[in-house]
């Protein structure tokens, strides 16, 4: 799916934004009526679907990969939040005095 996605430009058949007029609503190739010329079809307005399926890939990866490091950054911010203020250590210690020199 990766590799679809980035070589979209190389491996798609056409642009998905190209309209066949000749061809509105084209079955698949497996089906009567189809042909290879547009192996899974046509949409409404003639837009070969398996080009559209390739380079809508590239969306679907972007966003995947946006998600996963929006999401990382929160749990950052909470692991350092949990390093600074462990059980039986950290910054609220400090403003107690026990780490303090003298402190008994």
């Known amino acids: 799916m990766i590799?679809?996605?980035v070589f979209a430009n190389f491996l798609g058949p056409?642009?998905?934004?190209?309209?066949?007029?000749d061809s509105l609503l084209a079955p698949?190739?497996?089906q009567d009526g189809g042909s290879l010329a547009h192996l899974l079809?046509?949409?409404?307005?003639?837009?070969?679907?398996l080009s559209r399926l390739m380079y809508g890939a590239r969306l679907s990866l972007l966003v995947g990969c946006?998600?996963?490091?929006?999401?990382?950054i929160p749990r950052r911010g909470a692991g350092a939040d949990c390093r600074l203020f462990r059980r039986g250590g950290g910054l609220h210690h400090h403003?107690?005095?026990?780490?303090?020199?003298g402190a008994a």
Request: charged fraction near 20%.
């Open 3 to 5: 590799i679809i996605a």
């Open 95 to 101: 403003a107690r005095g026990r780490y303090h020199a």
């Open 28 to 30: 698949p190739f497996w």
């Open 66 to 72: 946006l998600v996963v490091v929006l999401s990382l």
């Open 41 to 49: 079809g046509t949409d409404d307005v003639g837009r070969d679907i």
């Open 14 to 21: 056409y642009n998905p934004a190209d309209q066949f007029r």
